[in-house]
């Protein structure tokens, strides 16, 4: 375990040099890569996102594209097409862009609904389907989507069932005085990205995903993600509450939040840290709930606060 979490530490570092004071938000999407998950980033634009993909993707040296999404981008433009070769008589595939370890799916919010729905498959199945012939994506594989979350003109709001196939949703934010007067230094010759060098190798993220899944997971743990879940579908103030998919995807971050801090088993804190950026955007709100500016991120707070924490000895797992 000690070799794999230095692993996942030096990415973090290395990607620390271009995304500058936001570690939180690097480690949350490496948690997500390690889970084999998706990541959806809200935020303004100027804070990094695409620079935090790119950066990722160079740390373990892993292939990345990036689609910008527009209205007029068509749903082949994403999983490829076939093509007729006159010189054999046959159709041949064409790969789209989403054949890629990374894949930075740009303002999603701006493409229509067919399109957005060309990524269900993609994402649950980490697979495209093209003529009825199924082709396999590299490995690992990962979708971090990002949105504008203040500009609606011209866009078309994700359903939730494109929601839920995210397994996180994180914001970056703008950076302190501080950190925004290194960012003015650091970048004054030029990008960092341009020296970024690998950390690691793609083929260590498929291992480690592997090793997550043997993290310790004690039954009070399970009832305690079950009674978080089923609170956020009895709160007065959502229409609809997270998915038992909500529920394992809060089970494998909690898995990696523990790996990554070099334990064997969960605890409840671990549980409690993956909560919020795992559960938050599955939340539907009611519209009186809106109209008081009450926030998913609220909600999952007030939850967290309420429900009872599990006491386990874990003095003698290892």
């Known amino acids: 375990m000690g070799d794999s979490v230095g692993l996942l530490r030096?990415?973090?570092?290395?990607?620390?040099?271009?995304?500058?004071g936001k570690k939180s938000a690097i480690e949350l999407t490496l948690m997500s890569l390690i889970c084999?998950?998706?990541?959806?980033?809200?935020?303004?634009?100027?804070?990094?996102?695409?620079?935090?993909?790119?950066?990722?993707?160079?740390?373990?040296?892993a292939s990345f594209k990036r689609i910008q999404f527009t209205p007029d981008i068509l749903p082949s433009d994403i999983t490829g097409f076939s093509m007729y070769n006159q010189k054999n008589g046959e159709f041949e595939y064409r790969p789209g862009s989403i054949m890629s370890h990374l894949v930075l799916a740009d303002e999603i919010?701006?493409?229509?609904?067919?399109?957005q729905a060309s990524l269900?498959?993609?994402?649950?199945?980490?697979?495209?389907?093209?003529?009825?012939?199924?082709?396999?994506?590299?490995?690992?594989?990962?979708?971090?989507?990002?949105?504008?979350?203040?500009?609606?003109?011209?866009?078309?709001?994700?359903p939730e069932a494109q929601l839920d196939r995210f397994f996180m949703k994180i914001t970056l934010g703008y950076p302190t005085a501080g950190e925004e007067?290194?960012?003015?230094?650091?970048?004054?010759?030029?990008?960092?990205?341009?020296?970024?060098?690998?950390?690691?190798?793609?083929?260590?993220?498929?291992?480690?995903?592997?090793?997550?899944r043997n993290i310790h997971v004690d039954q009070s743990i399970n009832h305690f993600i079950v009674d978080i879940v089923g609170q956020t579908r009895k709160h007065p103030d959502v229409l609809l509450g997270a998915s038992p998919r909500g529920s394992l995807s809060l089970f494998r971050a909690s898995q990696a939040w523990a790996f990554y801090n070099e334990r064997s088993y969960v605890l409840p804190e671990d549980v409690k840290k993956m909560a919020i950026p795992v559960l938050s955007h599955r939340l539907v709100l009611k519209q009186e709930a809106k109209l008081k500016?009450?926030?998913?991120?609220?909600?999952?707070?007030t939850i967290l606060n309420k429900v009872n924490v599990p006491v386990v000895d874990f003095n003698e797992k290892e």
């Open 181 to 212: 007067g290194y960012i003015l230094s650091k970048f004054q010759q030029g990008s960092p990205m341009e020296a970024l060098k690998p950390a690691a190798d793609n083929q260590d993220i498929v291992s480690i995903q592997k090793e997550i």
């Open 10 to 20: 030096n990415i973090v570092k290395n990607v620390e040099n271009v995304i500058i």
């Open 293 to 301: 500016k009450i926030t998913s991120e609220d909600i999952m707070q």
């Open 109 to 115: 919010n701006r493409t229509s609904p067919k399109t």
């Open 36 to 61: 084999d998950g998706h990541v959806l980033i809200e935020d303004v634009p100027g804070v990094g996102k695409t620079s935090l993909v790119s950066s990722l993707a160079k740390s373990i040296n």
């Open 120 to 158: 269900l498959e993609v994402m649950e199945e980490s697979q495209v389907t093209v003529d009825g012939t199924t082709y396999k994506l590299p490995k690992p594989f990962m979708v971090l989507a990002t949105q504008n979350p203040v500009e609606y003109l011209g866009t078309f709001p994700l």
